[in-house]
């Protein structure tokens, strides 16, 4: 899926360790869950000032999912 594949792209270029990214996708009733996994030490740079880099991240995804039609989610953990 295009959308896991430009969050694991996005994430493995903003931590300190890529090799810890995880990227899994479930398919849910409602849409699309993205679930990105990164190291502990990594998570802020993930989610970024007052949440800015996340919001930035699911901005992407919600102009990805109006063009394909199904809603998309993105968890990070």
Known sequence: MAAADLVAYVAKNL???PDSVVVEVH??????VIELHVAEGDMGKVIGRNGS?????RTLLK???????ES????IT
């Open 72 to 75: 998309i989610s993105l968890d």
């Open 27 to 32: 398919a849910e009733p409602d849409g699309t």
């Open 53 to 57: 880099v996340a919001k930035a991240l």
């Open 63 to 69: 102009v990805m999912s109006a063009r394909e039609g």
């Open 15 to 17: 931590v300190d360790d």
